[in-house]
């Protein structure tokens, strides 16, 4: 048996999906442990391209299991809407292939009100949210005040839990935003339309998983977003709401005894930043659109342009160290072949001095970028599969990462399609 987490190092958006998709292809099991659909992971393959924001990155292989664990913020409406998406595009969905939690909380249609409610309210200090109710399903689920998805197979106790989660979200949303109650019609509508369909899917996932345990299967632990972004060790507060790293993983998934035997940190081979907060390394104005292009660098989810800049040193190491990662995935090297020369945040200056660590998040806004410039290759390497056939500009600029972030690069990605890799 092998259990690997593929988790993000940056800020998200590093790749993770393409190399859920890659790897799957030796795993048994695909679970999703943490995070809801606030975050997109763009796979590429010979069925199409696809853009999963709750679903399991491995649900294309055949014979894969895809659980939905207990640490997703599960949003029926959106999981069902994507659901059909892919089941259009010939992707089969059953409940043999696809599995929920019944220990999963149900995020709830309020929660995307609530989150957009807040922003408008915090106008200039918002916190960059996708606006998709996670911060406010989260904190709910630790006010124990929300629903699991196994109390669908209780009617007449979810509806009465129902309405006294609904008594109490109506006074926050009346009282405090002036917004419209929440009707005992409306949520059952939402239970009719939504989690009625997704029923079928939901189960003991934790045996299932024990199960699998028992019997020496293979299992992945698809992580969404990035170190940077975890709630406890990310850039508080422009985090996420949940534990993006691979420590989690067991929790988040139904598999408390699982021990993870490898941990892919995937990165990208330039930075990107989705939402607000600290980005040191960022790029502005000609150079940073050239590269957005390039990279065709907007969000999944949410259409944005992302922010960009150089590989970052300081947060790339550190979020290696996060994550205890045993191996790196380097994606879109491809990206960077139009530049004659490549810019590296190698060290930051905070206070004055040069530093290598990683600034407490308070201080983090004051610190500067320290670059330097790798000579660029300037030739498409988008066909390339083997890393001695890499042009020896490109091989020095991924042994230099390799040796300042301490980890091992295992993967170089040279395009977004499964094939387009190079295994060292």
Same mark, same amino acid.
């Given at each position: 048996?092998?259990?690997?987490?593929?988790?993000?190092?940056?800020?998200?958006?590093?790749?993770?999906?393409?190399?859920?998709?890659?790897?799957?292809?030796?795993?048994?099991?695909?679970?999703?442990?943490?995070?809801?659909?606030?975050?997109?992971?763009?796979?590429?393959?010979?069925?199409?391209?696809?853009?999963?924001?709750?679903?399991?990155?491995?649900?294309?292989? +055949?014979?894969?299991?895809?659980?939905?664990?207990? %640490? !997703?913020? &599960?949003? $029926? @409406? *959106? #999981?069902? +809407?994507?659901?059909?998406?892919?089941?259009?595009? %010939? !992707?089969? &969905?059953? $409940? @043999? *292939? #696809?599995?929920?939690?019944?220990?999963?909380?149900?995020?709830?249609?309020?929660?995307?009100?609530?989150?957009? #409610?807040?922003?408008?309210?915090?106008?200039?200090?918002?916190?960059?949210?996708?606006?998709?109710?996670?911060?406010?399903?989260?904190?709910?689920?630790?006010?124990?005040?929300?629903?699991?998805?196994?109390?669908?197979?209780?009617?007449?106790?979810?509806?009465?839990?129902?309405?006294?989660?609904?008594?109490?979200?109506?006074?926050?949303?009346?009282?405090?935003?002036?917004?419209?109650?929440?009707?005992?019609?409306?949520?059952?509508?939402?239970?009719?339309?939504?989690?009625?369909?997704?029923?079928?899917?939901?189960?003991?996932?934790?045996?299932?998983?024990?199960?699998?345990?028992?019997?020496?299967?293979?299992?992945?632990?698809?992580?969404?977003?990035?170190?940077?972004?975890?709630?406890?060790?990310?850039?508080?507060?422009?985090?996420?709401?949940?534990?993006?790293?691979?420590?989690?993983?067991?929790?988040?998934?139904?598999?408390?005894?699982?021990?993870?035997?490898?941990?892919?940190?995937?990165?990208?081979?330039?930075?990107?930043?989705?939402?607000?907060?600290?980005?040191?390394?960022?790029?502005?104005?000609?150079?940073?659109?050239?590269?957005?292009?390039?990279?065709?660098?907007?969000?999944?989810?949410?259409?944005?342009?992302?922010?960009?800049?150089?590989?970052?040193?300081?947060?790339?190491?550190?979020?290696?160290?996060?994550?205890?990662?045993?191996?790196?995935?380097?994606?879109?090297?491809?990206?960077?072949?139009?530049?004659?020369?490549?810019?590296?945040?190698?060290?930051?200056?905070?206070?004055?001095?040069?530093?290598?660590?990683?600034?407490?998040?308070?201080?983090?806004?004051?610190?500067?970028?320290?670059?330097?410039?790798?000579?660029?290759?300037?030739?498409?390497?988008?066909?390339?599969?083997?890393?001695?056939?890499?042009?020896?500009?490109?091989?020095?600029?991924?042994?230099?990462?390799?040796?300042?972030?301490?980890?091992?690069?295992?993967?170089?990605?040279?395009?977004?399609?499964?094939?387009?890799?190079?295994?060292?």
């Amino acid at each position: 048996m092998s259990n690997c987490a593929i988790v993000g190092i940056n800020w998200g958006d590093e790749g993770k999906g393409r190399m859920v998709d890659l790897l799957t292809e030796k795993y048994d099991v695909v679970v999703r442990f943490q995070g809801g659909g606030n975050a997109g992971h763009t796979v590429i393959n010979e069925k199409g391209k696809f853009a999963l924001h709750l679903l399991p990155s491995g649900i294309f292989r +055949n014979g894969v299991v895809n659980i939905l664990g207990n %640490g !997703v913020a &599960l949003d $029926p @409406e *959106n #999981l069902w +809407n994507e659901m059909n998406q892919v089941m259009s595009q %010939g !992707v089969s &969905l059953t $409940p @043999e *292939n #696809l599995k929920i939690s019944d220990r999963a909380s149900l995020l709830l249609p309020w929660h995307r009100d609530l989150d957009e #409610l807040e922003e408008q309210r915090l106008a200039d200090k918002k916190y960059g949210s996708t606006k998709q109710g996670i911060a406010p399903f989260y904190s709910d689920k630790y006010q124990k005040k929300t629903i699991l998805a196994g109390e669908l197979f209780y009617p007449e106790e979810l509806k009465a839990h129902l309405r006294d989660l609904m008594e109490w979200k109506n006074l926050t949303l009346t009282k405090v935003y002036g917004a419209e109650a929440y009707t005992e019609e409306k949520l059952d509508r939402w239970l009719q339309d939504c989690c009625e369909k997704i029923k079928p899917y939901v189960s003991n996932t934790g045996a299932f998983l024990k199960q699998a345990q028992k019997e020496g299967k293979n299992i992945l632990f698809e992580a969404q977003l990035g170190s940077l972004r975890d709630l406890d060790y990310g850039i508080c507060p422009y985090t996420t709401s949940s534990n993006t790293t691979a420590a989690y993983a067991p929790i988040g998934s139904g598999l408390p005894s699982a021990k993870l035997d490898e941990v892919v940190g995937v990165v990208k081979a330039y930075s990107t930043c989705v939402g607000e907060g600290p980005f040191v390394c960022e790029m502005f104005g000609d150079e940073a659109e050239e590269l957005r292009k390039a990279g065709f660098e907007y969000g999944a989810k949410t259409g944005r342009p992302r922010r960009v800049g150089p590989i970052d040193i300081v947060a790339t190491r550190y979020g290696v160290e996060v994550q205890a990662a045993t191996a790196i995935a380097l994606t879109k090297l491809d990206v960077l072949s139009y530049m004659d020369k490549i810019p590296v945040c190698t060290h930051y200056i905070l206070d004055g001095e040069q530093t290598d660590d990683f600034p407490f998040p308070t201080a983090l806004k004051n610190a500067k970028p320290v670059i330097e410039y790798f000579d660029g290759w300037q030739c498409d390497v988008s066909a390339v599969r083997k890393w001695e056939d890499l042009p020896e500009q490109a091989r020095a600029y991924v042994d230099f990462i390799e040796k300042q972030i301490g980890c091992p690069i295992k993967y170089i990605s040279v395009g977004p399609e499964r094939e387009s890799i190079i295994i060292r």
